[in-house]
């Protein structure tokens, strides 16, 4: 990706997108877009900046979407793997892979190994992706219950380090996690709770449910025994299997919200995977809200394959990409409407992880948003804070 910058070799200030169809993610219709700053000034029908003392630049929208850029809730940006031996560990995400991707909002975690990865390493990378308008967030805790931390405390992480907006991915049901109690999640999610009501955050529990049987009965546990809200909680991998799919639909009727996984294999679906897109639009046909349902790439993480006798033969990065692969899928091919299937991706991971100015195009929002082509929603470009990317 190449960033356009003005005249003077900055990045512009005032933005001027025309003749787009906007979608905030609902349909808006042919408007123009004001952004200035690093912030979407003005969205509506016939705004022209022009002559109002400061320099304009213009983006021809016509033929074009202009979408929220996306919020992935779940990328392992500092890289993830390394669950089959030091040489399976997958390098941090690069910036230009995400824009080129259209994600503008991701939040980091860093999974099942958090002894060759650190809090620290994670947060550096976050800040390094926001140096190129990015807005990156990381997870305090791990796999693992007692959780690694920062500052020493749940709580503490939450309170003070900006970026850290919630706590995750907890395991459960899963062999590589601590197997913990009802009550010591119950007891996590509070401290996340508290310590993101300490800086005005929403605290979120992301949680990693792999294929054991028993499902999300802990999470429902926890939250009858203890007074941990249900919305507290956001499983992750819920279309991994038909059964824990159908219990993840029950667990948004009773209040909480789940995430589909978007990076797949050819052997994950023919072990019974549901494709993201396609458990989007069931979750749909279901009569399942949008805003209680997400979808995230689990980015960087490594996506295994096995030859015939089930052997290892080979790992690939799981792709920040399919992330938008899924929304134009669910789309194209699935027939969900284009609105539902981007609140997916933008208003609905905003509004669960507590990110007011992310996910969508209006006025007082972040200047993070997308110019899709109208028939194919290939992506012409991404602009993350204010900054102005396009494919080279
Ligand atoms: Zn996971």
């Known amino acids: 990706m190449r960033e356009y910058r003005g005249p003077d070799g900055a990045p ?19 408007a123009d877009v004001l952004a200035a700053h690093g912030r979407v000034l003005a969205v509506g029908r016939g705004l022209d900046p022009r002559g109002c ?37 997958m390098p941090p995400l ?37 140096d190129t308008g990015l807005s990156a967030y990381t997870l305090t805790g791990s796999y ?25 991915e907890v395991a459960i049901a899963d062999h590589r996690g601590s197997q913990p109690s009802a009550a010591e999640l119950a007891r996590l999610a509070s401290d996340a709770r508290v310590g993101g009501m300490l800086a005005g955050k929403a605290g979120t529990v992301l949680v990693h449910c792999g294929d054991a049987p028993e499902g999300l009965a802990l999470l429902r546990e926890a939250s009858s025994r203890w007074p941990v809200p249900i919305p507290q909680w956001h ?24 995430d589909f996984t978007t990076s797949s294999t050819p052997d994950f679906v023919a072990a019974g995977e549901i494709p993201a897109a396609r458990a989007l639009a069931e979750a749909l046909a279901a009569g399942v809200p949008v805003a209680r349902l997400t979808l995230s790439s689990d980015g960087q993480a490594s996506l295994p394959h096995f030859d015939a006798q089930g052997r290892l033969v080979s790992l690939e990065v799981a792709p920040i990409a399919s992330l938008l692969d899924a929304v134009r899928c669910a789309t194209l091919r699935h027939g969900v409407a ?6 997916a991706a933008t208003s609905s991971p905003a509004a669960i992880w507590g990110l007011a100015r992310k996910g969508r195009v209006v006025p007082g929002a972040d200047a993070d948003l997308l110019l899709l082509d109208r028939d194919t929603l290939a992506l012409r470009g991404t602009m993350a804070g204010g900054r102005w990317w396009t494919p080279t």
């Open 144 to 168: 693992r219950v007692p959780p690694v931390t920062l500052t020493g405390s749940v709580r503490g992480d939450l309170a003070f380090i900006p970026e850290m907006i919630g706590l995750g």
């Open 53 to 89: 003392g400061v320099a304009v630049t213009e983006i021809d929208g016509t033929g074009h979407l202009v979408v929220p850029g996306l919020v992935d809730s779940l990328v392992h940006f500092g890289g993830g793997g390394g669950e089959g031996g030091f040489a399976t560990r």
């Open 235 to 258: 499983p992750t991998h819920v279309n991994r299997n038909a059964t824990l799919f159908a219990d993840g639909l029950d667990f948004v009727r009773e209040g909480g919200s789940i």
């Open 12 to 30: 512009p200030a005032l933005w001027w997108i025309r003749g787009a169809e906007v979608m905030t993610p609902a349909p808006l219709g042919r």
């Open 94 to 130: 690069a910036a230009g892979t995400a824009l080129a991707a259209g994600v503008t909002s991701m939040v980091g975690a860093l999974g099942t190994d958090d002894v060759t990865r650190s809090h620290a390493d994670l947060l550096a990378c976050a800040r390094a992706l926001a």
């Open 338 to 343: 284009l609105t539902d299937a981007l609140a």
